[in-house]
């Protein structure tokens, strides 16, 4: 029933989540850290800027990065200036624009877990001789590992089901951006509704195992 | 003194709150830190943790400058225990890998204090495979304890260990508190609000108030200032260092010797050779200028008077009296004082109705 353009699709968006959800742990933990132990005035700007993809709409993001990603925007005169070429429409491309996509999705979960955490683990650990990034990989790891997981979990989905940003940034060129929301955009408009079905029935009871693993995991746990 | 070895100076306004002390304290003993809610005592704690900074303070301890200036030792570089009030174990780790926890960061050329020590002194070989989650709040605290020792500190702080517990855990903690006490060699700051705590362990007394130091000295003395009253719990009194020497099995009493002479008090059962501490309060202590027969007071003690002044009430006087090598307080009204004519260097006979055995 899948088609082998369905299947490049899948595979691209697979690949796209899981690099852009790796980026974002790696990039989100820091700002979140800042965010949730900062007393600069600087921390509610950041946080709403972080936030801004909440609330944006998609074709918003992607028309900005297109022009700063751009021949003569400035992230792209220093990507040329770096021998990369130009970002847009190409997977990495997708991935730059997934990560501030997807950036509330991570960080706030994990700023969440680094707030509820406190002061005190950290004060404890430094009388017990552990430096500051000591203390990060042994006290503040552990302790936010549901953080974290929710944080994955949810960078990861958001990322699979974007569509307005993949569209602005990516276009539509098989096996290098179209993912599977384009995929299924493209059926809609070729009228072949059997493979629309197809991969619109499998996002659909992919988001909802999603969702079921992160309320079963953290019953309590409150909305992004 | 000699071995004051510790001198901390700090500063701070904050909003609602400013702390201004500087203070002398003794390398060795206990130091409690004693003062109501909101004195300041918790807060000159941390600051000589390094967990609040007072830009502009200053701290050496024996020797080393961990706070002057643009300087400032960061907390994981001091060689310091600190218990929290809440023992703030990592819920993540046993009780075993939190004591492990500070122990491995720390050289093991500087291990002085053997885990295993640690974990008999409070108690807990039991507890070891278990998560904090499943402790009690006195086991917890008694990990926390231990957890600070293990790191072989050359200084021990201690924030209310016991103040988040209640009677009944407070009582179970205690006697750990007072063998840390005998058996270890370096000094340990306790802050603490509750007289009791203080009158069983502090060798040396700071009290604060209002981000003040009001006095700070060896405990009995300090105790025994009349210019500064200071009350622990209800009533003004002492605090006396003895050893328990005699015991009457037909009364049920106990004669304990203190620098100055000898108590006859009920038998709380301490042995023989015991080191205990006697509270004397100022109100059981009266003066005579005779030694009375034919009364039901059994201790009656020859003294100096060393010092009058004003108590709390107009009517009532306090008055410092010296017993051999130990001060006493006794508070009387002014009219009886008038009335036996009470003058410094005056000696009689000094009436001592109740003393309480502690510790």
Known sequence: MLSPGDLSAIRLTLELATVTTALLLLIGTPIAWWLARSRSWLKAPIGALVALPLVLPPTV?????????????????????????????????????????????????????????????L?????????????????????????????????FAHTVGEFGVVLMIGGNIPDETRVVSVQIYDHVEALEYTQAHGLSA??????????????????????? | MTDKRIHARFRLDWPGFALDVALDLPGRGVTALFGQSGSGKTTLLRCIAGLERAPGGQLDFDGEVWQDGGRFVPTHRRPLGYVFQEASLFPHLTVRRNL??????????????????????????????????????????RVGIARALAVSPRILLMDEPLAALDLKRKQEILPYLERLHEEL??????????????????????????????????????????DLPIRLGEDAGVVLDAVVVERDAEWNL??????????????????LGRHVRVRVLARDVSLAL??????????????????????????????????????????????????????????????????????
């Not at chain 1, 006290?139 to 997981?149: D, F, I």
């Not at chain 1, 659909?204 to 746990?221: D, G, I, Q, T």
């Not at chain 2, 108590?263 to 301490?270: I, Q």
């Not at chain 2, 090598?325 to 109740?354: C, D, F, H, N, Y």
């Open chain 1, 123 to 155: 004060e404890a650990a430094a009388t017990l001789r552990a430096s500051p990034l000591d203390c990060f990989f042994t006290v503040v790891l552990p302790l936010a590992r549901p953080g974290y997981l929710t944080a994955a979990i949810l960078g």
């Open chain 2, 254 to 271: 106990a004669c304990v010797e203190f620098a100055g002479g000898r108590f006859w008090t009920r038998d709380s059962g301490a042995e």
């Open chain 1, 61 to 121: 993001i992607g028309f900005y990065l297109l022009i700063a990603l751009g021949p003569n925007g400035p992230v792209g005169q220093l990507t040329q200036a770096l021998g990369l070429g130009l970002l847009p429409f190409t997977f990495w491309g997708l991935v730059v624009a997934s990560v501030l996509y997807s950036m509330p999705f991570v960080v706030q979960p994990l700023q969440n877990a680094f707030e509820a955490i406190g002061e005190r683990p």
């Open chain 1, 202 to 224: 499998g996002m659909l009871a992919f988001s909802f195992v999603v969702l079921l693993a992160l309320y079963a995991f953290n019953p309590n746990r409150k909305r992004p």
């Open chain 2, 185 to 226: 060699a370096i000094p340990v700051l306790y802050v603490t609000h509750a007289p009791d705590e203080v009158a069983h362990l502090a060798d040396h007394l700071v009290v604060l108030e209002a981000g003040r130091a009001l006095a700070s000295g060896p405990l009995t003395e300090t105790l025994a200032r009349i």
């Open chain 2, 100 to 141: 492990e926890y500070g122990r491995k960061r720390v050289p093991a050329g500087e291990r002085r204090v053997p885990l295993d020590q640690a974990i008999d002194l409070l108690g807990i070989g039991h507890l070891l495979e278990r998560r904090p989650g499943r402790l009690s709040g006195g086991e917890r605290q």
């Open chain 2, 290 to 359: 005779a030694p009375h027969t034919g009364t039901s007071i059994q201790n009656i003690l020859p003294g100096t008077v060393a010092e009058i002044g004003d108590d709390s009430h107009p009517a009532l006087a306090l008055v410092r009296l010296q017993v051999g090598a130990s001060p006493l307080l006794a508070r009387l009204t002014k009219r009886s004082a008038a009335s036996l004519g009470l003058q410094p260097g005056m000696q009689l006979w000094v009436q001592v109705k109740a003393v309480a055995l502690i510790g």
